[in-house]
């Protein structure tokens, strides 16, 4: 089945430095793969996606990047605030199949 | 747009016993997903509906079965409750077809505990 593998599992920045999560998959019929970020006793949400058919997004300070050769995605947050700190989650998707596979989750503490 | 609706947020239930959970997805959306949430364990898969089928299942034992009815409601239920079942269940909804609109809003969770 999918694996997705996520790193690094805790991630602690200063505030104004940039964070970078990355994620491997294994599926190669995965074809979604969204981030999604959890506050604390929060459900997530949404906070950017890239489809297969892409290989960059951006949005503000949040950017995504989809290597399908290599089967690896990454997210990349600058300028980060101390709000940024939360709970992040990659997932892999295979959209016409309902299968949806996330990671173990990366815990970004972003210090004052 | 009323967002995803989970019921009950809460509920202590004791080892043996099997519990119902219930998801309202967004209006119009045809996919719900449920997933099992533990510290440490991250977001585990544990089944998806949509037009009232099973498109696909996690590896969680038999005693996790789910349903879907024709209004897109969704309900999970867990037999013969165990204390590692204890965890905050999450579903999310979708589309759920084709390749746009796939975002997947969750709702709040329901939080079990088995004692």
């Known amino acids: 089945g999918e694996n997705v593998e996520q790193h690094p599992s805790t991630l602690s920045v200063q505030e104004g430095d940039s964070a970078v999560i990355k994620c491997t998959y294994s599926?190669?019929?995965?074809?979604?793969f969204p981030w999604y970020k959890q506050e604390l006793g929060k459900r997530p949400q949404l906070i950017i996606d890239?489809?297969?058919?892409?290989g960059e997004k951006k949005d503000q300070r949040i950017a995504v990047t989809l290597n399908k050769t290599a089967k690896h995605f990454s997210l990349h947050i600058t300028e980060t605030q101390p709000e940024d700190s939360a709970v992040y989650f990659c997932a892999a998707i295979v959209t016409n199949a309902g299968k949806s596979t996330f990671g173990d989750g990366t815990t970004l503490t972003v210090k004052p | 747009k009323a967002g995803v609706t989970q019921t009950p947020r809460y509920l202590i239930k004791t080892r043996g016993q099997q519990v119902t959970l219930s998801c309202s997805p967004i209006s119009g959306h045809r996919s719900v997903s449920w997933y099992q949430q533990t510290p440490g364990q991250g977001l585990q898969f544990l089944f998806e509906?949509?037009?009232?089928?099973?498109?696909n299942k996690g590896n969680f034992p038999g005693r996790f079965s789910g349903r879907q009815f024709s209004n897109s409601r969704s309900e999970m239920n867990v037999s013969t409750l165990e204390l590692g079942d204890s965890a905050l269940y999450l579903c999310a909804s979708s589309s759920g077809q084709g390749s746009m609109n796939t975002e997947a809003f969750f709702g709040q969770g329901t939080r079990l505990t088995v004692v």
């Open positions: 509906y949509f037009s009232e089928t099973q498109r």
């Open positions: 890239i489809r297969s058919n892409v």
């Open positions: 599926d190669s019929a995965s074809n979604y």
